[in-house]
T-cell receptor, first 113, second 112 residues
Framework: DAGVTQSPTHLIKTRGQHVTLRCSPI?????VSWYQQVLGQGPQFIFQ???????GRGNFPDRFSARQFPNYSSELNVNALLLGDSALYLC????????????FGQGTRLTVV | ELKVEQNPLFLSMQEGKNYTIYCNYS?????LYWYRQDPGKSLESLFV?????AVKQEGRLMASLDTKARLSTLHITAAVHDLSATYFC????????????FGTGTSLTVIP
């Protein structure tokens, strides 16, 4: 079975540009969350979507937005990129039940120059 | 503000030795997860702890949860080189199954 897939794997953008990252969850999983991991730190929660509705939002500026599609895949959008947005962006899928584990994709490495 | 702290941050240990990684968190939760991350890779789920007193073991790793003390431990028994990685604990305070607040991480190096 396919795991969580993210695209692209690597991306280089210029300050001020916009970026869209994509995630396909494990089949049957209805919850997708996004995390930002800066080098040397633990992942930070950005958004959770469940059944196409936003279920939670972390402490990130409005430049960050996301959505979930009817097939449960998800996009994370970041506007007006800053150098500090350079990070590994991880997507995690789960059943949406806290009694089960969440599975992470391989991540998208974003570099802002 | 929720804080999740791990110690030690860095751990270098010899093969065959035992050690414990500690995870303290600052708010009430009975949902605690442990993940492993290899350099340049994603996160691999190790344990899901769902209640006070929960203990789970897999191979040389054993995790426990004390919700009253707001403490989880990850115990390593007879370490081997393959266990070298960064270990994260994560707390789910909203019980949604995917809104994790991660600890600072413990970078483990097992020396032959």
């Amino acid at each position: 079975d396919a795991g969580v897939t993210q695209s692209p794997t690597h991306l280089i953008k210029t300050r001020g540009q916009h970026v869209t990252l994509r995630c396909s969850p494990i089949s049957g999983h209805k919850s997708v969350s996004w995390y930002q991991q800066v080098l040397g730190q633990g992942p930070q929660f950005i958004f959770q979507y469940y059944e196409k509705e936003e279920r939670g939002r972390g402490n990130f500026p409005d430049r960050f937005s996301a959505r979930q599609f009817p097939n449960y895949s998800s996009e994370l959008n970041v506007n007006a990129l800053l150098l500090g947005d350079s990070a590994l962006y991880l997507c995690a899928s789960s059943l949406g039940d806290s009694r089960t584990e969440a599975f992470f994709g391989q991540g998208t490495r974003l570099t802002v120059v | 503000e929720l804080k999740v702290e791990q110690n030690p941050l860095f751990l270098s240990m010899q093969e065959g030795k035992n050690y414990t990684i500690y995870c303290n968190y600052s708010t009430t939760s009975d949902r605690l997860y442990w993940y492993r991350q290899d350099p340049g890779k994603s996160l691999e789920s190790l344990f899901v702890l769902l209640s006070n007193g929960a203990v789970k073991q897999e191979g040389r790793l054993m995790a426990s949860l004390d919700t009253k003390a707001r403490l989880s431990t990850l115990h390593i028994t007879a370490a081997v080189h393959d266990l070298s990685a960064t270990y994260f604990c994560a707390v789910d305070i909203r019980h949604t199954g995917n809104q994790f607040y991660f600890g600072t991480g413990t970078s483990l190096t097992v020396i032959p």
